[in-house]
């Protein structure tokens, strides 16, 4: 690993003069909360390297994870692993595969459990690239299981990707291409997107801001097609650099072209998330890793509070 001092002029731009800069100290250890709750545009396979396997219509991701062993890799990015110290992963199977979930969760827990996600991070903030490192693979099932694992950790992590501004004056600015606006599938999405940051407050070390956006959202082979809506905020600890806490909610409906929609109203693609800092020696209680029934939804975090209550879109109401 490269010494602390380049990776902390590295993260420092050139203009701070005192703490109230927006950037990134990679040069530090962050620890986090993270939470997703996604309902699935299309169906997702879960899977264990041995026979089993079911299909889910959602899932509720929860871990806590420790950021460090930061590395410069390129002049513009750097390369941080975060550990997953404690994972819980819930799941809806489909009505007919009802009772087949709770040993394959089981057993995505343990694995997920030690494992690593690799984070590419820009010198803005951005994420340019999620991977998950750590686990065995050694055939083309193994493989597939590693990739939808990744594909569930990164609605967390994409929490992480925030475009700060390099003018502290700076009060909006707009960001494309958000790691929020995607959806997992195994053979990729595409689209474009749009959010618009607006600083709501700076005092007291920390700033806020709060986020919209909007986006086309195209899954798998492109044969539906998602108008999706983002509404967040997200307070940034100026003095140790990271995000204090953020949350999220991402509603997609598809469009009249799309296959889910015809003869039906089509079924949403439904995000919500949150990330909180966690202080040294600090953890937060993940829960157990559950199979839920269909159309229910576990206790989260998130319903705390968080964009869906302060910007009147709540699709749980």
């Known amino acids: 690993m490269l010494p602390v001092i380049a990776l902390a002029s590295w993260t420092t731009p050139a203009h701070a003069l005192d703490s109230e800069v927006y950037g990134w100290d990679w040069s530090r250890t962050h620890r986090f909360y993270l939470e997703s709750r996604v309902q699935l545009p299309t169906v997702m396979w879960f899977a264990t390297p041995y026979n089993h396997q079911a299909r889910v219509a959602g899932f509720d991701l ?4 420790t950021c460090g062993d930061a590395e410069i890799n390129t002049r513009r990015t750097v390369e941080v692993s975060c550990t997953l ?18 040993p394959i ?3 995505l827990d343990d694995m997920l459990t030690g494992a690593v996600v690799q984070l590419v991070v820009n010198r803005d903030g951005r994420i340019t690239n999620i ?4 686990l065995e693979r050694r055939n083309r099932r193994m493989g597939a299981i590693n990739e939808n694992l990744r594909l569930v950790l990164t609605r967390a992590f994409a929490g992480l990707d925030f475009e700060l501004p390099d003018d502290p004056a700076l009060e909006q600015w707009a960001e494309y291409d958000s790691w929020l606006m995607r959806a997992p599938a195994a053979d990729g999405s595409a689209g474009s997107s ?3 940051h607006q600083l709501a407050d700076k005092q007291g070390g920390f700033a806020t801001f709060v986020s919209a956006g909007r986006a086309v959202i195209v899954p798998g082979e492109g044969f539906n097609k998602f108008d999706t809506r983002l509404t967040g905020s997200t307070t940034f600890d100026l003095r140790n650099g990271r995000i204090s806490d953020r949350t999220w909610t ?6 009249a072209s799309s296959w889910l929609a015809n003869g039906a109203a089509g079924y949403p693609y439904i995000q919500e998330g949150r990330v909180v800092a966690l202080g040294q020696g600090q953890t937060w209680d993940v829960g157990e890793s559950l199979e839920v029934p269909p159309d229910q939804r576990i206790p989260t975090a998130i319903q705390q509070g968080g964009p869906g209550e302060l910007m009147g879109l709540n699709p749980n109401r």
């Open 62 to 65: 929860r871990l806590n994870t």
């Open 85 to 102: 110290d404690d994972v819980a992963l819930s799941a809806e199977a489909l009505p007919q595969e009802a009772g087949k979930l709770q």
């Open 105 to 107: 969760l089981t057993e």
């Open 131 to 134: 991977d998950l490192e750590g």
């Open 194 to 196: 749009q959010v618009v």
């Open 250 to 255: 991402v509603v997609g409906g598809p469009t």
